[in-house]
């Protein structure tokens, strides 16, 4: 009997020990709280961005240290160097104002003027959001066109497909300037020279994802629609087009992005319409460089939605589809 009873008594823990290793899951404890948030959004997020903020104050000083060095010796006043930091975040044109410094302007400009008055970054942001806007619509349209005609089409993409990469070379800041006089010239609206601009910059990522895009379905699937006698458009219709939206809205969120930033180089070039380049351009010319990065970050936030509106977009999209999101 006690043979017996440890042969069980064995034969129990083996059965235990393979149960134990089949589902490593139920022996796994919890995650932590910090595990958790670690494996979310949120606590990346915020980690990365204390340690650019710690980065960034810390590098407040240094950079500004020659000057504030200069206007004591001048003033024949000693100092120490709490006297240098204390100045050195609260400098009125520092060479890097502290983080703090540019939410004070972002807040004067923002929220405490007037939308209407023309030091508002409300009223800049809406100037280049329009020339950004009507870029990117027009360029993603002629993005989607092209695209549509090199997949169908391969003589041009062997003719124009070189083309629309040595667009892209050309630098924009040079480039700018001589569509802003070709429009001057034929009294177009100075509206649609930023929009050409932000258009210019905006369609070859559209192009290029498109591309990848109409071409991703399987040959496998391209020879199903054949033997169902399918034609070209119902093709493209049924098949290559809803393959290509995730390639879509992928280069839509770059496209869009880069169609603000050629706003903001035309406005440079036509500053007296407005919008952040006119602001950046009016701080370069008195040495304001926190109303320079109080302008930087404004546009930064406004890519950010931008961004986030075409991200919103493909999830809506995508559950139409039927996508899992």
């Known amino acids: 009997m006690d043979c017996f009873a440890s042969l069980a008594m064995t034969a129990t823990r083996t059965a235990i020990g393979q149960e134990t290793e089949e589902s490593p899951m139920t022996n796994r404890p919890a995650p932590s709280l910090v595990g958790r948030l670690w494996a979310g959004q949120t606590l990346p997020v ?29 003033n024949n006043q000693a100092y120490t160097f709490s006297d240098l930091a204390g100045a050195a975040f609260d400098m009125e044109k520092p060479n890097l104002p502290a983080p703090h410094q540019i939410v004070a302007e972002m807040q004067k400009t923002i929220v405490d003027m007037p939308m209407t008055s023309k030091r508002s970054l409300v009223y800049h942001g809406m100037i280049t959001l329009e020339s950004t806007l009507t870029g990117f619509i027009v360029g993603s349209l002629f993005g989607i066109l092209l695209a549509i005609l090199i997949v169908h089409m391969k003589s041009l993409e062997r003719s124009l497909m070189p083309w629309i990469v040595m667009s892209q070379t050309i630098p924009i800041l040079a480039l700018a300037p001589m569509i ?30 498109m591309v990848k895009g109409l071409r991703s379905p399987d040959p496998l699937q391209l020879d199903l629609m054949r033997t169902y006698s399918a034609s070209r458009w119902q093709t493209f219709f049924k098949l290559r087009l809803p393959a290509s939206v995730p390639f879509l809205f992928t280069s839509l969120k770059v496209a869009v992005a880069a169609s603000l930033v050629g706003a903001i180089v ?6 007296e319409d407005g919008g952040f380049g006119a602001r950046l351009l009016a701080g370069s010319y008195y040495g304001q460089t926190i109303q320079i990065w109080a302008a930087l970050m404004t546009a930064a936030l406004c890519a950010c939605l931008l961004v986030a509106l075409v991200g919103l977009a493909d999830n809506l999209v995508a559950r139409r589809m039927g996508a899992a999101r």
Do not use: C
């Open 46 to 74: 915020v980690v990365v961005v204390t340690l650019v903020l710690a980065f960034w104050y810390a590098m407040v000083i240094p950079m500004n240290a020659q000057r504030l060095r200069t206007t004591f010796e001048n």
């Open 180 to 209: 802003v006089v070709i429009f001057n010239q034929f009294d177009v609206p100075s509206i649609a020279a930023k929009a050409a601009i932000s258009a210019y910059l905006s369609f070859f990522p559209v192009t290029v994802g």
């Open 266 to 271: 035309a406005e440079m070039t036509k500053s």
